[in-house]
Structure formats: structure tokens, C-alpha cells
């Protein structure tokens, strides 16, 4: 079983930065797409951002405002001028062609909360 392991979440007043972090094992195969997701309280999972090949992707609510970034098996999400809003729990995923086997398959984090809050 593939475990993507997140961490960074907390409290932060509005306007303040955290940054997230997101570790796939290693050497476990072809890493594709990763990124980041978020649910807020009585809503459905978003798109935050995505790194795939170079490119990158980002959900129109947080374009300039965060950034990711990838390193292999890890990827970075940093959150600036956050607001209210981003309040939720942030998961990582991950699409991941194991060594071995014929196709990719999607891995999720356990999700790390992230409040926004004065």
C-alpha cells in the first residue's frame, strides 16, 4: 500500500503563510502527476494546484497566491496571503505506475487541516 505522508498544516491569521509538504516513498516506481487538494467543512474536494511533467495547475481561487513545487518524490505547496477561505483539510495526491505493474494509479494523503483564522 502506497502512503503519501503530509505535514505543515496549523492555525495561521489571515494574510500569514505556511507551507506543506507531501513525501511518497521512494523508489517505488514512476511518480506522474502530484498535487494538492483541500475540503472545506460541507463542501466537496477542490483542486488547489498540480505538478505534472513541468506544468503546473492551480484551482482560480489561489492562482498568485500559492505556489507549488515538486522534487522527485516529494511535493511542496506554499501558501501566501491566505485567507478565511482556505480553511480545510489539504490532501495530497499522487499518480503513481508501481514498478511492476501495467498502469498508474491515483494515492491519497491522510490530509493535513489547515485553519485560517484571527
Known amino acids: 500500500q502506497v502512503q503519501l505522508v503530509e505535514s505543515g498544516g496549523g492555525l495561521v491569521q489571515p494574510g500569514g503563510s505556511l507551507r506543506l509538504s507531501c513525501v511518497a516513498p521512494g523508489n517505488i516506481g514512476n511518480i506522474n502527476t502530484m498535487g494538492w487538494y483541500r475540503q472545506a467543512p460541507g463542501k466537496e474536494r477542490e483542486l488547489v494546484a498540480s505538478?505534472?511533467?513541468?506544468s503546473t495547475n492551480y484551482g482560480d481561487s489561489v492562482k498568485g497566491r500559492f505556489t507549488i513545487s515538486r522534487d522527485n518524490a516529494k511535493t511542496y505547496l506554499q501558501m501566501n496571503s491566505l485567507k478565511p477561505e482556505d480553511t480545510g483539510v489539504y490532501y495530497c495526491?499522487?499518480?503513481?505506475?508501481?514498478?511492476?505493474?501495467?498502469?498508474?494509479?491515483?494515492?491519497w494523503g491522510k490530509g493535513t487541516l489547515v485553519t485560517v483564522s484571527a
Open positions: 505538478s505534472s511533467g513541468g
Open positions: 495526491k499522487a499518480n503513481i505506475r508501481l514498478r511492476g505493474y501495467p498502469y498508474a494509479m491515483d494515492y
